[in-house]
């Protein structure tokens, strides 16, 4: 990255499904105070909010496309056939493109708003995060079809399948790091604005899709938690986590309660503001 | 930021007010330090009035947290505030220092 004679910002969006619509908030704050952002990183379903923001949308655009791509739809057509291959694997046959929910309208709707767009062609530089299914790591999408990098970050375990590349297998960048802040840190950021949530824990756990949920957030929040503490210490300037704070349950296809997301996204990083302005202002010592 | 700093039989009590950033950190620091090197090695941290914290400010805490064992002594937070606490939390610095609901129950428990 250039130095532009100032502290270098970037912003790390992580996982939390709908309440990633938070980081609008967060954008909308940072341009109307003249915060520059010299790179956008995003993981799930930050790598939507993350993309958005690189390419320029404004927030009104985001937030309208946000209710039509993110809605309760997304997952009601099951893959039928996905559920025959895990129960009767000896008949069905079952492969690592297992997913519960037909993904084709996911994709249909990643495609209607993002088109053809590439990732270098973002205004901002952008890198969307994954995981290798075969090997654990983390990948960065920094070039490449845009739809395909987010398809990739956001494919769900046990929900979407995993999305092929260039003929390696995907899944979703939470597995990896549900708050990529290592990919600021090597980009040569300074100052990291973070954004992401924990996953959140089953109220009830009445099926084996929801128990496999359970283990997924223990273990994703965790890893959370280890790689951030990481990350704080081995940063070189700073890291400010804007964690919004949600009076009312938010759930994965909660699009009603997307403005009031917003508006708290807007709330936390209002208060990080005139800090914020002194950072930015003088490079690091 | 203020730092305001109480003496209760061995223990140091600094009461802070503000964001412990990297704006602030170095008068953290050296507020610590001016503490450890006086031989107070037991202090305590008066969280109720701090409203922040950064990845330099955790910085700044770990560097005094690492100074006080190193000679026996510690140093333990009160009245973490919530939005505080999830940061401790998410840097996994809730699994390594003695946090407490308000100071007395802190510095008492240097007695116990």
């Known amino acids: 990255m250039d130095s532009p004679g100032r502290s270098r910002v970037a912003v790390v969006i992580g996982s939390g499904s709908v309440k990633c619509a938070a980081a609008l908030g967060l954008f909308k704050v940072l341009r109307s105070e003249g915060i520059p952002i010299d790179l956008v990183v995003g993981c799930s379903g930050g790598s939507l909010y993350a993309a958005m923001t690189a390419f320029g949308w404004d927030v009104d655009e985001a937030e309208r496309k946000t209710r039509t791509l993110w809605t309760k739809e997304l997952t009601r057509r099951r893959n039928t056939r996905a559920l025959l291959r895990a129960v009767l694997p000896g008949i069905f046959g079952f492969d690592e493109q297992f997913g519960l929910v037909d993904d084709r309208r996911i994709l249909a709707r990643l495609e209607e708003a993002f088109g053809e767009a590439r990732v270098e062609d973002a205004k901002v530089p952008l890198y969307l995060t994954a995981t290798d299914f075969h090997t654990g790591e983390q990948t960065v999408f920094a070039k490449g079809r845009l739809v395909d990098a987010i398809r990739a970050s956001i494919a769900i375990p046990y929900i979407f399948q995993p999305w092929k590349v260039d003929g390696r297998t995907y899944v979703d960048g939470f597995l990896s790091d549900p708050m990529p ?11 990291i604005i973070t954004m992401g949530f924990e996953s959140p824990y089953q109220t009830r756990v009445s099926s084996v899709l929801r128990f496999a949920f359970q283990l997924s957030s223990i273990t994703s929040n965790n890893l959370l938690k280890a790689n951030y503490a990481f990350h704080n210490l081995a940063h070189h300037h ?3 986590p804007v964690i919004p704070q949600f009076r009312h349950k938010i759930h994965l296809f909660d699009t009603a309660r997307i403005p009031y997301v917003i508006e708290e996204g807007e709330r936390a990083a209002e208060k990080q503001i005139p800090y914020l302005r002194q950072l930015v202002a003088a490079r690091p010592a | 930021m203020e730092i305001q700093v109480e003496r209760r039989a061995a223990v140091a009590v600094l009461a802070i007010a503000g964001s412990v950033d990297g704006a602030t950190a170095p008068a953290l620091v050296a507020a610590f330090r001016e503490e450890v090197g006086g031989g107070w090695i037991r202090i305590v941290g008066d969280f109720a009035r701090v409203d922040y914290t950064s990845s330099a400010g955790l910085r700044a805490l770990l560097e005094t947290v690492k100074e006080t064992r ?43």
């Open chain 1, 238 to 240: 700073e890291i400010l």
């Open chain 2, 70 to 112: 190193q000679r026996g002594g510690d140093l333990r937070l009160a009245a973490v505030q919530p939005e505080v606490r999830r940061v401790l939390d998410l840097a996994g610095f809730t699994g390594i220092l003695k946090l407490y609901d308000g100071v007395d129950a802190a510095v008492a428990s240097f007695g116990a």
């Open chain 1, 181 to 191: 802040i290592g990919v600021a840190i090597k980009e040569g950021a300074d100052v």
